[in-house]
């Protein structure tokens, strides 16, 4: 399934509003200011190994809970992809609650379903909140970096405290990697 460009046009413009407005432009993105920026709140959890987190929501109010015993460049993933959950799929009436596996980038069983699309959406602006495109552009022409060369690739996914595999995704995403 592929995100037709103009809602990834919308998401990654939301994300960089978010960011602006929550003072958190800079690197690492400091993620828990956009929490306290949209009134969430964020608790590590004792969860299932294969859980990644969950977002509740009830009466406008949202509680993010991310895996404890994830890696926290993971944990800082899910925060994000929680978010974007509460950003783009929430109306502003509902109550609902949102749990995510270990989230993947790749295609699996689930991605004929309907509820896929809004896995894909919040990769996507989990992406571009911790990742936006200005400040990777930015980042490999400030340092050099060769996006060929492993150590670079480690060295950009550590400059924005994600996973390389994240990172690699990202890349190719926004058109920086052939």
Known sequence: MTMKKQRLDQIEA??????????????????????????????????????SGLLVVESKRGAIGYNAAHAPVRQRFTIAHEIGHYMLHVKSSESRLFLDRYV????????????????????????ALLMPAQLVRAEIKKHGLDLDDEDDLALLAKRFNVSTTAMSYRLGNVGLLR
Not at 38 to 49: G, I, Q
């Open 104 to 127: 993947v980038y790749r295609r699996d069983d689930l991605s004929s379903t309907g509820n896929d699309k809004e896995e894909i959406e919040a990769n996507a602006f989990a992406a």
């Open 14 to 51: 939301m994300a960089q509003r978010i960011l602006q407005d929550s003072g958190a432009y800079r690197l690492p993105i400091p993620i828990e200011l956009v929490v306290t920026r949209l009134k969430l709140k964020a608790t590590a959890s004792n969860l299932d190994d294969e859980m």
